[in-house]
T-cell receptor, first 115, second 115 residues
Framework: DQQVKQNSPSLSVQEGRISILNCDYTNSMFDYFLWYKKYPAEGPTFLISISSIKDKNEDGRFTVFLNKSAKHLSLHIVPSQPGDSAVYFCAASGRRGGATNKLIFGTGTLLAVQP | IAGITQAPTSQILAAGRRMTLRCTQDMRHNAMYWYRQDLGLGLRLIHYSNTAGTTGKGEVPDGYSVSRANTDDFPLTLASAVPSQTSVYFC??????????????FGPGTRLTVL
């Protein structure tokens, strides 16, 4: 049973426009959410995170929104650049229940930013 | 060394053979992890270690073992490889501060093919 879901395997966006990547989760014990970016033949790199006590976190062109009631989070990239083309993974972890460090990852969304 | 290194970069292995994937970090992080990445399944946790001398099972531990003799090294062993263990393996580490583990840093990965 997939606890973290990324229902869009791929997304194509024009350079300069907004990219919106979505993620849903089912476990209400999750209280910390992260986005990772992965280029081919490299390991994932941390992009941005959000705690469940917040509903928005912004870092430059990247903003993550969390809707706890809907168990949904999204990553917004504005403006999108060709170098943003990569696979984006959503991940979640929960302090409650003892799972303080184990991340559960989604299946990833391949973002292609067209010049 | 800067960050996390993994060896080998890639390996082709005959089924039934024993294989150890190596992982070393120089950030003095408490926790280390092993993931496998498979198409359509995202990253799945195999084993983890919160601190030297302790290990725990992740989502998909069967067929794998780990040890954590010191802070820096976290080898993953396949005692008798099977074709379903063909995957890309990522090692990661994270530190503890502010009452929780922080984001995980990933190595470049090992691509393993079991024939």
């Amino acid at each position: 049973d997939q606890q973290v879901k990324q229902n869009s395997p791929s997304l194509s966006v024009q350079e300069g426009r907004i990219s919106i990547l979505n993620c849903d989760y089912t476990n209400s014990m999750f209280d910390y959410f992260l986005w990772y970016k992965k280029y081919p033949a490299e390991g994932p790199t941390f992009l941005i995170s959000i705690s469940s006590i917040k509903d928005k976190n912004e870092d430059g062109r990247f903003t993550v929104f969390l809707n706890k009631s809907a168990k949904h989070l999204s990553l917004h990239i504005v403006p999108s650049q060709p170098g943003d083309s990569a696979v984006y993974f959503c991940a979640a972890s929960g302090r409650r229940g003892g799972a303080t460090n184990k991340l559960i990852f989604g299946t990833g969304t391949l973002l292609a930013v067209q010049p | 060394i800067a960050g996390i290194t993994q060896a080998p970069t890639s390996q082709i292995l005959a089924a039934g053979r024993r294989m150890t994937l190596r992982c070393t970090q120089d950030m003095r992080h408490n926790a280390m992890y092993w993931y496998r990445q498979d198409l359509g399944l995202g990253l799945r946790l195999i084993h983890y270690s919160n601190t030297a001398g302790t290990t725990g099972k992740g989502e998909v531990p069967d067929g794998y073992s780990v040890s954590r003799a010191n802070t820096d090294d976290f080898p993953l062993t396949l005692a008798s490889a099977v074709p379903s263990q063909t995957s890309v393996y990522f090692c990661a580490s994270s530190d503890w501060s502010g009452g929780r583990y922080n984001e995980q840093f990933f190595g470049p990965g090992t691509r393993l093919t079991v024939l």
